[in-house]
């Protein structure tokens, strides 16, 4: 299994401003996602980063407010550009295992509050 | 209709009973069945792995898939306070990848 980190563990942020989240994998992996996750609702799945290509982003999200960047097997960002109180949430990226996207590893999260 | 439907819950237990956590799914095409456990501010991790249908165990944990009624289940046997967090159910074939919303389990010592 692969261990994931996660930085800031937590922030509070002003509306307008961007965000930067690092999410670090101890092992070489092909596919890394990116998820929110509010309360009482289930992951939505934000993009998926492969490494050497552009970030798939799902329905509802879009590059310019989440960009992604990918730059090697071990390391991804997700930034939550423009932040508005709706970005209040947790965010949370994963690692694919041995069975791709049917067994991910997840980080610890990133707990954002945009006043 | 939402893609996996899991009831939210919260479900509170005495210490030693016997707990079962279910989930139902929209789409017959789905193939892989997955149980994540989520402890209060920590991400999710992978407890049970299912492909297709039947059943499997590990440990006190057993997973069980449906097909034939699109139904998922985990039971916990002898359950501990330990095992108090939130359970996500989650299924998928292909690039398409859900999970449910979880239910929320305390287990009284």
């Known amino acids: 299994s692969a261990v994931i980190s996660q930085k800031p563990s937590r922030d509070i942020c002003q509306r307008g401003t961007s965000l930067t989240i690092q999410c670090q994998v101890d092992?070489?992996?092909?596919?890394m996602f990116w998820y929110r996750q509010q309360p009482g609702q289930s992951l939505t799945l934000i993009a998926t980063?492969?490494?050497?290509?552009?970030?798939?982003?799902e329905s509802g999200f879009v590059i310019d407010k989440f960009p992604i960047s990918r730059p090697n097997l071990t390391f991804s960002t997700l930034t939550v550009s423009n932040m508005s109180p709706e970005d209040s949430s947790i965010y949370l990226c994963?690692?694919?295992?041995?069975?791709?996207?049917?067994?991910?590893?997840f980080g610890p999260g990133t707990r954002l509050t945009v006043t | 209709q939402k893609e996996v439907e899991q009831d939210p819950g919260p479900l509170s237990v005495p210490e030693g009973a016997i707990v079962s956590l279910n989930c139902t799914y929209s789409?017959?095409?789905?193939?892989?069945f997955m149980w994540y456990r989520q402890y209060s501010r920590k991400g999710p991790e992978l407890l049970m792995y299912?492909?297709?249908?039947g059943n499997k165990e590990d440990g006190r944990f057993t997973a069980q898939v449906d097909k034939s009624s699109k139904y998922i289940s985990l039971f916990i046997r002898d359950s501990q306070p330990s095992d108090s967090a939130t359970y996500l159910c989650?299924?998928?074939?292909?690039?398409?990848?859900?999970f449910g919303t979880g239910t929320s389990l305390t287990v009284i010592p």
């Open positions: 980063a492969n490494q050497g290509s552009e970030a798939t982003y």
């Open positions: 994963s690692a694919e295992g041995g069975r791709g996207r049917y067994e991910q590893y």
């Open positions: 789409n017959s095409a789905f193939q892989y």
């Open positions: 092992s070489q992996v092909t596919m």
């Open positions: 989650a299924t998928g074939a292909g690039n398409q990848f859900y």
């Open positions: 299912t492909y297709s249908s």
